[in-house]
């Protein structure tokens, strides 16, 4: 698998997760959550949609949405990940570490931390 198929695969089962939506919906009031990619790990906007839930990873700096995460720091490894995100107006993130056992195995959470950040 390529990088870009690696960090496709990452981004939908991250999206995918319960617990990580969960996460970012107890800091968010929309019903879209917005991920805003300043770190450029997409080359164009993905929209992750599962009974309800939806999460769009946007390279395009949202306009409209008064509320929104940004990547702050991004780690994508063989079998070892870690993504930090922070709110739009930078005073709270969450670092999420997952992890999988082999290529074919799905990616797992084995820390969500959530931060304030001043």
């Known amino acids: 698998m390529n990088n870009k198929q690696q960090r496709n695969?990452?981004?939908s089962q991250f999206a995918d997760n319960e617990v990580i939506y969960s996460s970012?919906?107890?800091n968010s009031s929309e019903k879209k959550i917005v991920i805003y990619d300043e770190k450029r790990i997409i080359n164009e906007n993905i929209t992750f949609k599962n009974v309800g839930k939806i999460i769009e990873?946007?390279?395009i700096k949202p306009q409209d949405n008064?509320?929104?995460f940004i990547v702050h720091n991004f780690i994508l490894n063989k079998n070892l990940a870690t993504l930090v995100l922070?709110?739009?107006d930078r005073n709270y993130g969450?670092?999420?570490y997952l992890t999988r056992k082999?290529?074919?195995d799905k990616w797992k959470h084995i820390n969500i931390i959530p931060r304030n950040t001043r």
């Open 9 to 11: 695969v990452f981004l």
């Open 24 to 26: 970012l919906s107890n």
């Open 57 to 59: 990873f946007t390279n």
């Open 66 to 68: 008064d509320h929104y």
């Open 86 to 88: 922070v709110t739009n």
């Open 94 to 96: 969450i670092i999420y």
């Open 102 to 104: 082999g290529n074919n």
